[in-house]
T-cell receptor, first 112, second 113 residues
Framework: DTAVSQTPKYLVTQMGNDKSIKCEQN?????MYWYKQDSKKFLKIMFS???????INETVPNRFSPKSPDKAHLNLHINSLELGDSAVYFC???????????FGQGTRLTVV | DAKTTQPPSMDCAEGRAANLPCNHS???????VYWYRQIHSQGPQYIIH???NNETNEMASLIITEDRKSSTLILPHATLRDTAVYYC??????????????FGTGTKLQVIP
């Protein structure tokens, strides 16, 4: 079983559309994260949730809205997609802050 | 957050030990040193972590200096599959605080046949 799974793996969409990326972890972890890796390969944290509660919100446009229906899921919804949103988005989870993080395989988003 | 400094790239001959350095001079007493790697465009993979003592697992060894201001990740017998970007990060222990885990630019290790 995959520990942290993201869907879809690839997403191509037009500017202005709204899209969602789903993430699920079956590890029983308390904390989940979204990271963005742009073309320069820099991994930047976007959000972190602990037991469905938002604990980290970096300077991310409010077009990005994370949603955590339960502690095993952290979905990322993006409104009004822009060209600059093209990147690989990684979901991750940890048991507690500061412990080993498990990452999903990423979602490559391309906005055209 | 404590910042880390790593060389941007390194080469290593296949079968030889790869020694990847990391400076973390502003690390605080309750912060662990973690190493992750990212192979091509896959998700980052945990390798090892430590606080003060040297650590070893099936993947690698971690050597932390006594003053904790720097560390070295050692891959004892590098293979071509170890070609990846290696990230050294510092992160607090389970203190109940919520601090972000921040990746730097890492070291791109190229294992050469």
């Amino acid at each position: 079983d995959t520990a942290v799974s993201q869907t879809p793996k690839y997403l191509v969409t037009q500017m202005g559309n709204d899209k969602s990326i789903k993430c699920e972890q079956n590890l029983g972890h308390d904390t989940m994260y979204w990271y963005k890796q742009d073309s320069k390969k820099f991994l930047k944290i976007m959000f972190s949730y602990n037991n469905k509660e938002l604990i980290i919100n970096e300077t991310v446009p409010n077009r990005f809205s994370p949603k955590s229906p339960d502690k095993a899921h952290l979905n990322l919804h993006i409104n009004s997609l822009e060209l600059g949103d093209s990147a690989v988005y990684f979901c991750a989870s940890t048991l507690k802050q500061g412990t080993e993080a498990f990452f999903g395989q990423g979602t490559r988003l391309t906005v055209v | 957050d404590a910042k880390t400094t790593q060389p941007p790239s390194m080469d290593c001959a296949e079968g030889r030990a790869a020694n990847l350095p990391c400076n973390h001079s502003t690390i605080s007493g309750n912060e662990y040193v973690y190493w992750y790697r990212q192979i091509h465009s896959q998700g980052p993979q945990y390798i090892i972590h430590g606080l003060k003592n040297n650590e070893t697992n099936e993947m690698a060894s971690l050597i932390i200096t006594e003053d904790r201001k720097s560390s070295t990740l050692i891959l004892p017998h590098a293979t071509l599959r170890d070609t990846a970007v290696y990230y050294c990060i510092v992160s607090p222990d389970d203190s109940g605080g919520y601090q972000k885990v921040t990746f730097g630019t890492g070291t791109k290790l190229q294992v050469i046949p």
